[in-house]
């Protein structure tokens, strides 16, 4: 992966040149694509650190690009949106998008996105490091080639749920507010939307909990948060 290295996708080119200037007066380089399906082809090619994407793309719209994106890599994706409902809906989608920004926006606000993504993306891939396999009895978290298994068994999880599984299971026994986990693992504070978090926890738990009516590794914190709990082996 190119460290610097920002794609910038939006056919809007005053838009992207403009995006391109503020990164590269903060020592970032950027590569430009006009279209979605440019754009995929780029990302594929120079393998950057951050996706910046419109939503309307001509050939293939932000949407399905961030999705093609986020299936391949784990790297920031940030959306820049013309309406704030459209940017609400994304990130609700769960198609793997971080952060974003509605236009017209201030780009100096989307670099400062930008870096604090990077930030938090640097700050998870150093703590996996020292620690590639997570492992409890019966459960197993690959850090490295983003596998879970539960007992014996293969569970499909997607990045955001894969994120929030591994930064709770890095953290054991430490209890997180959700307002916290929204924070450290989708990189952006949201007021009001901890929901995300709940709905997330509940995927989670029928994904990996033996019972999820009884679980045993994400325990509720009445009044608090959560915390993921289990003997290490
Ligand atoms: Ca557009």
């Not at 040149?17 to 503020?22: K, P, T």
């Not at 994706?77 to 509605?102: C, E, H, N, Q, W």
């Not at 749920?161 to 504070?189: D, H, I, P, R």
Request: charged share 30%.
């Amino acid at each position: 992966m190119e460290e610097d290295l920002i794609l910038i996708v939006e056919d809007e080119r005053e838009i992207a040149e403009l995006v391109r200037d503020y990164l590269e007066a903060e020592g970032f380089r950027s590569i430009l694509a006009f279209d979605g399906l440019d754009g995929l082809n780029q990302f594929i090619e120079h393998q950057p650190a951050v996706a910046v994407l419109d939503v309307m793309l001509p050939k293939m719209d932000g949407i399905e690009l961030c999705r093609r994106i986020r299936a391949e890599s784990n790297i920031p994706i940030m959306i820049m949106s013309a309406k704030k409902s459209d940017t609400d809906k994304i990130i609700g989608l769960g198609i793997g998008a971080d952060d974003y920004v509605t236009k017209p926006f201030s780009p100096g606000e989307l670099v400062a996105r930008i870096k604090a993504q990077l930030r938090r993306f640097k700050h998870l891939s150093v703590q996996k490091e020292p620690e590639n396999i997570i492992r409890f009895p019966g459960f197993e978290i690959n850090l490295k080639e983003y596998t879970v298994f539960s007992s014996g068994n293969q569970v499909e999880l997607s990045a955001k749920e894969f994120q929030l599984l591994a930064f709770m299971a890095s953290n054991k026994g430490q209890v997180f507010t959700k307002e916290q986990l929204l924070e450290n693992v989708w990189g952006y504070q949201h007021v009001g939307d901890t929901n995300t978090i709940t709905v997330y926890v509940r995927k989670l738990r029928e994904k990996i909990e033996p019972d999820p009516s009884e679980p045993q590794y994400i325990k509720t914190v009445w009044g608090i948060g959560y915390k993921f709990d289990g003997e290490s082996r």
